[in-house]
Nanobody, 123 residues
Framework: QVQLVESGGDSVQAGGSLRLSCVAS????????MAWFRQRPGKEREGVAT???????QYSDPVKGRFTISRDDDKKALYLQMNSLQPEDTGMYYC?????????????????WGQGTQVTVSS
């Protein structure tokens, strides 16, 4: 059974930083797309960053230049370093895995999800 467990969410002031972590278990392949999504209050779930092995990561426009995604396939871990946080970054952040190497932005294309970790940024 595949499990994804996120951690690292917290409440911070605008301009602050957080590092989210996601640890996966229950599968052996490293050739899967891993991604971070978020769901902001009143909004649909949206892609934040994707990581495909041997390829450059991709970022959504609102976070480009502020967030950095990284992965450690030996540990089956995915990270999201978030800098210069703004109130509009507030939301629940989810780790997701797609059982294909190619990454896409549609949440429906992902097979496994974590329970989420809450990020709250105050002004």
């Amino acid at each position: 059974q595949v499990q994804l467990v996120e951690s690292g969410g917290d409440s911070v002031q605008a301009g602050g930083s957080l590092r989210l972590s996601c640890v996966a278990s229950g599968y052996s392949s490293s050739n899967y797309c891993m991604a971070w999504f978020r769901q902001r209050p009143g909004k649909e779930r949206e892609g934040v960053a994707t990581s495909r092995i041997w390829n450059s990561p991709q970022y959504s426009d609102p976070v480009k230049g502020r967030f950095t995604i990284s992965r450690d396939d030996d540990k089956k871990a995915l990270y999201l370093q978030m800098n210069s946080l703004q109130p509009e970054d507030t939301g629940m952040y989810y780790c997701a895995v797609r059982r294909y190497p190619a990454c896409v932005w549609s949440p429906d294309a992902y097979d496994f999800w974590g329970q989420g970790t809450q990020v709250t940024v105050s002004s």
